[in-house]
């Protein structure tokens, strides 16, 4: 566990068990090493078993992986049975999984509105659910949502991903309300534009790219690098005494 009486120590997860969904690539991924690579023992959750063998063996002695579907609603429990068999329960989750169907208003169907808020927003809140009771016997734990630019604004063909992590947002204030007075800190991420699969067809429009790095401070799209310190410091104790946020890291996207 870490030093409380080092600074560099309050970052240090040695001890920790970490579930990350959405490892098999983008952000997720990213966090997953990143979070090995701090100490913590983590199990990389997504669908794609040949994504996930890869990451394993980056550092196979810290990482642990399972194929499953977060968004399944009836499969909580087993993928928690699944998950604790690991490395036992996780003092802490960051819930990477995500999907944008990147549709007008006028052609989203029921379905995709669905699939997107199931794997969006109900699948972070009842995984964490599954696991608060033992973050609470443990007086200790750590919640990362991921949040969006489209929590707080508004894009073309966004209706139902800006719905959901709209949500995201909301939901991580009430995850703190709930939680926080036992030990367990939920935050968010809300990411600029980084180039990963979800945001491919972003980056596939070099003028489009070039218009969202103008419109950050920095002056940059954001690297999926760019999300790992702000992992590690919401995993760890150098964020005790912060819940309820949203930390936008967007390279100042949402400061113009």
Not at 144 to 155: C, E, M, V
Not at 168 to 177: H, N, P
Request: glycine letters at 10%.
């Amino acid at each position: 566990m870490a030093d409380a009486g080092s600074p560099l120590g309050l970052f240090d997860l040695t001890g920790r068990v970490a579930c990350v969904t959405g490892a098999s690539s983008g952000l997720g991924r990213q966090a997953a090493l990143a979070l090995a690579g701090a100490g913590a023992k983590v199990v990389g959750v997504a669908r794609r078993q040949d994504q996930l063998d890869a990451l394993r063996a980056q550092n196979p002695d810290s990482i642990a992986v399972l194929a499953a579907d977060v968004a399944d609603a009836d499969g909580v429990e087993t993928l928690a049975e699944n998950v604790r068999a690991a490395f036992g329960a996780p003092d802490i989750l960051v819930h990477a999984a995500g999907v944008n169907t990147r549709e007008h208003a006028d052609d989203v169907t029921r379905e995709k509105w669905n699939l997107t808020l199931a794997l969006n927003l109900s699948a972070p809140f009842f995984l964490s659910q599954a696991f608060v009771p033992h973050m609470k016997a443990q007086g200790w734990g750590r919640i990362i949502n991921f949040a969006s630019l489209q929590s707080f604004r508004a894009f073309p063909g966004g209706i139902a991903y800006g719905a959901s992590k709209g949500g995201v947002a909301q939901m991580t204030r009430a995850m703190a309300e709930a939680w926080s007075a036992d030990g367990i800190t939920a935050n968010a991420i809300g990411p600029g534009f980084m180039h990963t699969e979800l945001t491919e067809a972003v980056f596939a429009d070099p003028e489009r790219a070039a218009r969202n790095a103008a419109q950050t401070c920095i002056g940059r799209n954001g690297l999926a690098s760019d999300v790992e310190g702000p992992v590690i410091f919401l995993s760890s104790d150098a964020s005790a005494y912060v819940t309820g946020q949203v930390l936008m890291v967007d390279g100042g996207f949402t400061a113009k």
